[in-house]
């Protein structure tokens, strides 16, 4: 089972900045059997090849992974999400790695849920053909849901499978906490970061 500890990313090649003004393209590194595998998808490649990268295509899945997701359509979100999508909710101690996984993760929210609470996305990035972010919250019966705020970001690539597909390849959710310790939370970085000097 890989392990993928950093978002996976894509070069973009198409209108890039030149090589000495752009930084290194990060990738995607998994860990299995002992050796290290890099691997890095090119979004003018992916153009270049018939595959759907285009302007918005990333936002659109998204788009319509909250859909699904307000709908209760497991089916529907089922196919947005990559195989090996690593899907980072900050409320959680590790990611949730694979379609499965983060599959039934969503599926459990649904059940758990009121059928009347839904994902309202306030603003979203359309730009990128591959990165996408997102601020949203919650609505219950159309009115705001208390300490319900976030924000995503989602990294997509197309399916190797259906080239034509794009999918979710990497999330992470931050939700507003329901304590705001404002200043004091501060003063215990602060103290932490005198504590790990002192180490």
């Known amino acids: 089972m890989a392990l993928a ?3 996976p990313r894509l070069r973009v090649g198409i209108g890039a900045a030149p090589a000495a003004h752009r930084p290194p393209s990060p990738s995607i590194r998994a860990r299995g059997g002992g050796r290290r595998r890099t691997r890095s998808v090119s979004v003018a490649a992916a153009a270049a090849e018939g595959r759907a990268a285009v302007k918005g295509a990333a936002a659109e899945v998204v788009r319509e992974f909250y859909e699904g ?3 209760r359509d497991l089916a529907a979100v089922a196919p947005l999400i990559a195989e090996g999508c ?5 409320v959680f101690p590790r990611p949730m790695v694979g379609r499965d996984r983060v599959v039934g993760f969503f599926g459990e929210f ?7 609470l839904r994902f309202v996305i306030d603003d979203i990035s359309g730009e ?3 990165a996408v972010g997102v601020t949203w919250h919650l609505e219950w019966k159309g009115r705001p849901f208390p300490f319900s705020r976030g924000c995503s970001f989602y990294r997509c690539e197309p399916d190797p499978q259906r ?6 390849v990497y999330g992470r959710d931050c939700v507003e906490p329901a304590t705001k310790p404002g200043e004091l ?3 215990g970085c602060i ?9």
Request: charged content about 15%.
């Open 86 to 90: 690593v899907y980072e909710d900050l």
């Open 110 to 116: 649904m059940g758990s849920v009121s059928p009347d």
């Open 69 to 71: 997701v307000n709908r």
């Open 191 to 199: 103290a932490s970061s005198a504590n790990v000097a002192r180490i």
């Open 5 to 7: 500890t950093q978002p």
């Open 185 to 187: 939370a501060l003063v």
């Open 163 to 168: 080239p034509q597909q794009i999918q979710i």
């Open 128 to 130: 990128d053909p591959s």
